[in-house]
């Protein structure tokens, strides 16, 4: 495969198509006429390949050829499984590295990964325990007879596998048993977080931390525009994660910001018992009966750890007197819960960047897998840039490539007018810029939804992209984009693009058509 040009102007970007996870490579020209690569995540759920044999290793193969072996900047949106496992990928035949092959110059990460941000670490402490607590249950499950195939245990596994970027909690138990022997002087949870920084999703990204020189760059939404060192007419916005507890933990749309639900989705009822949307007509009995969302979102975590832990835990505040009360399988089985939400705490925790191109400002926005609170949260941010005041609102309405979040899950795109006071997908690509969106969806969906029963996407919001961008959505799993019947020949034959097995190649020119 030759190298990756850079464009005249612009940005060339490559999408992985490796299976359910993100891997974008971008390409763009210095002032010296040589070419700044950019990589933005590289992973993907584990047996999700898209084509057999199209393995990690192949695609950083062809990343280390594409750049000649260098990157300039590394940018980890946030630390899940199919964001960040490839740059733990061993070569299969020397089991090193393989980005060990690469030349890194920049690590891009959030503010959570500071160490030195008092919030950043707060943040982390909750992560641990909650993994930890996770981690037990799944143990406790073990001992009352559950198999490991059982409905009760799989999901939680498969969760963890998630969080952990390894087979369950099994790593993290035997590596934590290791730390006890070998340390036994730290406490509990100095050894545990020990096991926890060495689990793969963690790893990875030590291993680029230790692959630069220097400090990462920890990118934060206050602060102003970052550049890109000799690159001129480019700048990168910083969004998201939001600095916020509450939106970092409000992980639903609400009321108008959902997309539609697919006629066979089976969260249908359950959403019904909520009390909302006032115009519910799913709804199966009297609002007066009905539970808030809002209300389940504020207080499920206080529910599953304070109401279970005292009432229902194997050693209740209560005593002795209410064993009978300890029903212990049950209670653990709303761990799954607890794991699915932390799995969405932490996609709310990705980077979200903006990459405007300045000659015509058109924006490429890369959201990770932001969810509710992160969208929330971009809507009054503001910068002044060389003497002029730049808004959300307007960085969103000159955005022309849109990386839809979490395969196209429901909870990561809202819907919404162009009027509401939140940011939303008619935000995006408004006016003059309305003719040139494009998005991608990174996604294998037959795998999600056979193996996972996942709608990725969630088909409403895949046809309101389409709808957007007059047919032009790529999806990773899809081989060729197909003309619309109401789009003109004319019109396509603009739409120029890369399609191969490997990966999908599109350019945005900072020029006007």
């Given at each position: 495969m030759p190298r990756?040009?850079?464009?005249?102007?612009?940005?060339?970007?490559?999408?992985?198509?490796?299976?359910?996870?993100?891997?974008?490579?971008?390409?763009?020209?210095?002032?010296?006429?040589?070419?700044?690569?950019?990589?933005?995540?590289?992973g993907l759920w584990t047996n999700s390949e898209i084509k057999p044999g199209q393995t990690m290793d192949k695609i950083i193969a062809d990343i280390a050829e594409a750049t000649g072996n260098r990157l300039d900047i590394v940018l980890v949106t946030h630390e899940h499984m199919d964001h960040v496992n490839g740059f733990a990928e061993k070569d299969p035949a020397t089991r090193r590295p393989c980005f060990d092959?690469?030349?890194?110059?920049?690590?891009?990460?959030?503010?959570?990964?500071?160490?030195?941000?008092?919030?950043?670490?707060?943040?982390?402490?909750?992560?641990?325990?909650?993994?930890?607590?996770?981690?037990?249950?799944?143990?406790?499950?073990?001992?009352?007879?559950?198999?490991?195939?059982?409905?009760?245990?799989?999901?939680?596994?498969?969760?963890?596998?998630?969080?952990?970027?390894?087979?369950?909690?099994?790593?993290?138990?035997?590596?934590?048993?290791?730390?006890?022997?070998?340390?036994?002087?730290?406490?509990?949870?100095?050894?545990a977080v020990l096991a926890i920084e060495g689990i793969t999703n963690k790893r990875a990204i030590k291993y680029l931390r230790d692959r630069i020189?220097?400090?990462?760059?920890?990118?934060?939404?206050?602060?102003?525009?970052?550049?890109?060192?000799?690159?001129?007419?480019?700048?990168v916005y910083a969004l998201g994660p939001p600095r916020d507890a509450e939106l970092l933990l409000s992980l639903e749309p609400r009321g108008e910001e959902a997309f539609g639900l697919s006629a066979d989705d089976p969260t249908r009822s359950l959403l019904a018992a909520t009390t909302d949307d006032p115009e519910n007509s799913g709804r199966s009995f009297d609002p007066r009966f009905g539970i808030p969302r809002k209300e389940i979102e504020k207080g499920r975590d206080r529910f599953l750890k304070t109401f279970f832990a005292e009432h229902y835990g194997p050693k209740g505040k209560r005593?002795?007197?209410?064993?009978?009360?300890?029903?212990?399988?049950?209670?653990?089985?709303?761990?799954?819960?607890?794991?699915?939400?932390?799995?969405?705490?932490?996609?709310?925790?990705?980077?979200?960047?903006?990459?405007?191109?300045?000659?015509?400002?058109?924006?490429?926005?890369?959201t990770g897998d932001a969810?509710?609170?992160?969208?929330?949260?971009?809507?009054?941010?503001?910068?002044?840039?060389?003497?002029?005041?730049?808004?959300?609102?307007?960085?969103?309405?000159?955005?022309?490539?849109?990386?839809?979040?979490?395969?196209?899950?429901?909870?990561a795109t809202l819907d919404g007018s162009v009027d509401a006071d939140y940011a939303n997908i008619s935000w995006l690509a408004k006016d003059a810029f309305r003719n040139d969106f494009v998005a991608v969806i990174p996604a294998n969906t037959r795998w999600a939804n056979e193996k996972k029963e996942w709608e990725h996407p969630r088909a409403s919001i895949e046809a309101r992209l389409k709808q957007k961008a007059r047919g032009r959505v790529f999806?990773?799993?899809?081989?060729?984009?197909?003309?619309?019947?109401?789009?003109?020949?004319?019109?396509?034959?603009?739409?120029?693009?890369?399609?191969?097995?490997?990966?999908?190649e599109y350019t945005i020119p900072d020029t006007l058509a």
């Open positions: 990756m040009q850079a464009p005249e102007s612009g940005i060339t970007v490559r999408m992985y198509r490796q299976g359910h996870g993100d891997c974008f490579l971008l390409a763009m020209r210095k002032t010296d006429g040589s070419a700044f690569y950019t990589l933005i995540d590289c092959a690469i030349e890194i110059g920049e690590l891009w990460l959030s503010w959570t990964e500071d160490e030195e941000d008092e919030f950043a670490n707060g943040l982390r402490e909750h992560f641990h325990d909650t993994l930890l607590a996770l981690m037990g249950a799944d143990e406790r499950l073990e001992r009352a007879g559950l198999a490991i195939d059982s409905p009760k245990r799989a999901m939680l596994r498969d969760l963890l596998s998630f969080e952990t970027g390894e087979d369950a909690a099994d790593g993290l138990r035997e590596r934590l048993k290791e730390i006890r022997r070998r340390h036994p002087a730290l406490s509990a949870r100095e050894q020189d220097g400090d990462p760059v920890f990118l934060r939404p206050e602060h102003e525009p970052y550049p890109l060192k000799g690159v001129e007419g480019v700048r005593g002795a007197a209410e064993t009978w009360r300890q029903i212990d399988t049950d209670w653990l089985a709303g761990s799954e819960s607890l794991a699915l939400r932390l799995n969405n705490e932490v996609n709310n925790t990705s980077l979200v960047v903006a990459i405007e191109l300045t000659e015509t400002g058109k924006v490429l926005l890369f969810q509710r609170g992160s969208w929330i949260s971009w809507s009054p941010l503001k910068w002044t840039v060389a003497g002029r005041l730049v808004t959300a609102r307007e960085l969103l309405g000159r955005t022309i490539f849109y990386k839809a979040g979490h395969h196209g899950s429901h909870n999806r990773s799993d899809i081989d060729h984009i197909e003309k619309p019947e109401d789009v003109s020949d004319t019109e396509w034959q603009k739409f120029n693009r890369v399609e191969t097995d490997l990966f999908f």
